[in-house]
């Protein structure tokens, strides 16, 4: 029996709200982590070879792990249960984790057993000895993978019944485990290529507990789960069907990161780490709100793919995103450098540092709205089992980002800022389209902007695609109106909290960082509400009335 349209939106606001929760504290955790790491490698060469080394565990996490688990597993299994066929659901499920567990051994083993050619791969710009620190760190992250692939496997598990809050907060065991490595690392003085070493092995570490920690949690379902190398069977078959493309897409997204890496790697020491640690905040608002609202509504828009039914749950979910989405961006535009600077500068980690990764950070803000409304786009296309239009939208996306982040990576990284005014390295016109000399990418002595290149890229790409993808879900989906509308009735409360934000800066100049997030944060927020409320905007309204009805209830 399907569910009243009442209780499965219950489900869904409530699976978000817990999704939300786990996330945040997993990403509460990942920031204390950042903050220590760069603490301790600053965005030296031992935090670049780290960052690289990085590259190979999330790509195979991404491809095999929780995106592409989440698109073809989820709805095939959540229908199953749905059905009342929980013994063909426990076979499917055990099926497809020994079919993950034979495949990511043997991709752990191959990627151990050629580190280096994959190190100068991800890498051509490195110098030898950082190259060989890369391919050292990659040995050990590879080891890795499958832990975190059957974490993935345990999260669709756990969301197909409704089990969300557990599988979303793991991660702060896999955080914490490298948390206390730092702190032996700060404790010790260690020195940086020491440390890295440590933090990758905590890595390792935190991917075992992890998994540990969410299988506990499977095996208390109702559900049993029968491991079986059961491939042919005709649910397996589905999944497999869907995760091709789901991989696909899933691959081009990690071909991207990979050509970010290797372009990251011919510019300044340092940009490399700068794109990830802008990464860590630019990700949080997304996995916080979209992620955690697109999550939650995949089960429930699977249970049910009517065009009605499902054109009104996008909206919602559109709605929502925008909102928060929009109001992420203005304050990290406009204090990012401080947000940056009270949480990572410190040790290593100094003022430059936090220029180049504030800038970066605001240059990928500005596609924090598109990414967040096309994650909802994504998990109604993979509830009505259409996989191959997210894997085109994902190709498109890659191809313009790395077109506009080649036409602008070069010259930005000419520019640097010097006593806080923007010059320029002296050299050609033609010079502008190619890399600094190695002498200037090896020790430079002020920011340069070269990441920021890369950043606008991504955010061009990101309103491209989530306009392929509207046009796309609007033949399957009843719509009440584009997905820039709800942008659009935003921008006068959007705009409203820049200009108070800019100001509330202006005013704080000399202030430190703390005051100025402390006042700034808080009065674009204020505004950001208080400008929507006026406009009708439905998801303020709930959160004011929301508020109220928890000071009264304190009363």
């Known amino acids: 029996m399907e569910p009243s349209k009442e209780s499965s939106a219950i489900s869904g606001n409530g699976g978000a709200k817990k999704i939300g929760t786990g996330i945040l504290l997993s990403r509460l955790a990942g920031l204390l982590r950042e903050s220590l790491l760069r603490s301790v490698l600053g965005l030296g060469p031992a935090a670049d070879a780290f960052t690289a080394a990085l ?21 095939v299994y959540s229908k199953l249960l749905s059905e009342g066929k929980e013994k063909e659901a426990g076979n499917t499920a055990g099926a497809v984790a020994s079919l993950l567990i034979a495949f990511t051994g043997a991709l752990t083993l191959v990627g151990i057993l050629i580190a280096r050619p994959i190190a100068k791969l991800l890498t051509p710009g490195f110098s ?32 197909s019944h409704r089990k969300f809050f557990l599988s979303y907060v793991a991660p702060v065991i896999w955080n914490a485990a490298q948390i206390v490595i730092l702190f032996i690392a700060i404790s010790k003085d260690w020195d940086p290529v020491k440390a890295a070493r440590a933090a990758a092995w905590g890595l390792l570490i935190g991917g075992i507990l992890q998994l540990l920690f969410q299988f506990f949690g499977v095996s208390k379902l109702r559900t049993k789960i029968s491991f079986s190398f059961s491939w042919k069977n005709e649910h397996v078959r589905e999944i497999i069907k869907r995760f091709n493309p789901t991989i696909l897409s899933r691959g081009v997204v990690q071909i991207s990161a990979y050509f970010d890496l290797v372009l990251a790697s011919l510019l300044v020491t340092g940009a490399v780490a700068a794109l990830m640690s802008a990464q860590v905040l630019y990700i949080l608002p997304i996995s916080l709100f979209a992620m955690s609202i697109a999550a939650a509504e995949l089960p429930e828009m699977s249970r049910n793919t009517d065009g009605k039914h499902l054109g009104n749950r996008l909206n919602q979910g559109i709605k929502q995103t925008s909102f928060l989405m929009l109001l992420t961006s203005v304050i990290y535009v406009t204090t990012g450098d401080q947000i940056i600077g009270v949480i990572f500068q410190w040790g290593s980690f100094d003022r430059d540092d936090s220029i180049v990764v504030a800038a970066t950070l605001a240059a990928y803000s500005l596609g924090i709205p598109a990414i967040g409304v096309s994650r909802i786009y994504q998990s109604a296309l993979y509830a009505t089992g259409d996989t191959k239009t997210p894997a085109f939208s994902a190709t498109l996306r890659v191809i313009i980002s790395l077109i506009f982040g080649l036409l602008l990576m070069f010259p930005l990284d000419r520019l640097f800022i010097s006593n806080s005014a923007l010059e320029k390295v002296p050299g050609s016109i033609a010079g502008d389209w190619g890399p600094l000399s190695q002498s200037l990418r090896s020790l430079p002595e002020n920011p340069h902007l070269g990441a ?104």
């Open 55 to 75: 590259r190979i565990p999330n790509l195979l996490q991404n491809l095999l792990g929780e995106g592409s688990l989440s698109s073809s597993f989820i709805p």
């Open 128 to 159: 030898s000895d950082k190259l060989d620190l890369t391919a050292d760190l990659i040995k050990i992250t590879t080891a890795g993978i499958g832990f975190l692939v059957l974490a993935a496997w345990c999260l669709g598990v756990l969301n």
């Open 452 to 555: 920021v290149g890369l950043a606008i890229g991504s955010a061009i790409a990101a309103w491209a695609e989530m306009l392929f993808l509207a046009r796309k879900t609007n033949q399957k989906a009843t719509l009440e109106s584009s997905p820039c509308s709800p942008m659009v009735k935003l921008l006068p409360a959007t705009f409203s909290a820049l200009m108070i934000s800019i100001i509330a800066r202006w005013l704080l100049s000399d202030a430190n960082a703390i005051i100025n997030c402390l006042v700034c944060i808080p009065a674009a927020t204020l505004t950001y509400i208080a400008v929507s409320n006026k406009n009708g905007v439905r998801e303020s309204l709930v959160l004011i009335e929301g508020t109220k009805r928890k000071l009264q209830n304190l009363k």
